[in-house]
């Protein structure tokens, strides 16, 4: 059993799938770091000093020892933005690497070796040729 999950996980397959999912949870948090950061401030503030991650729908206010029930919309505009980034950067990879694959495949095989059949007949024809 040991073996077979060696084997399993040593597979260029599962290593590339774990080393992908590593870098894209880096790249979430590098995306998300910049939608909250840097590009949502600069559209609160056109839109008059509006803090997205504040705006909310208060359902019930606290009182006492029971929180306040709100629905976040603005957290969740920041979400969509986060994923709408993700999904167009991870989108331009994809075509990327589509358009390497069709380089790749536009180059023409080589055409493959004449037979020992074909060899032998073209010596007798030069041979032939040469009488």
């Known amino acids: 059993m040991w073996?077979?999950?060696?084997?399993?996980?040593?597979r260029g397959?599962?290593?590339d799938m774990a080393v992908g999912i590593v870098?894209?949870?880096a790249f979430g948090k590098?995306?998300?770091?910049?939608?909250?950061?840097?590009?949502?401030p600069p559209i609160g503030m056109l839109l008059g000093n509006m803090d997205f991650s504040q705006l909310m729908i208060v359902l019930r206010e606290a009182s006492g020892d029971t929180p306040m029930v709100a629905?976040?919309?603005?957290?969740?505009?920041g979400t969509v933005v986060?994923?709408?980034?993700?999904g167009f950067a991870i989108f331009l990879v994809v075509k990327g690497m589509n358009n390497l694959k069709k380089k790749e495949?536009?180059?023409?095989?080589?055409?493959p070796a004449p037979s020992a059949e074909e060899v032998l007949l073209k010596e007798i024809r030069d041979i032939l040729k040469s009488k």
């Open 3 to 10: 073996k077979e999950f060696k084997e399993f996980i040593m």
């Open 71 to 77: 629905i976040r919309y603005g957290a969740f505009i």
């Open 105 to 111: 495949e536009a180059k023409p095989a080589p055409p």
């Open 23 to 25: 870098i894209g949870a």
């Open 82 to 86: 986060d994923f709408v980034i993700i």
């Open 13 to 15: 397959n599962v290593v």
């Open 30 to 40: 590098i995306v998300s770091s910049f939608v909250k950061d840097v590009l949502m």
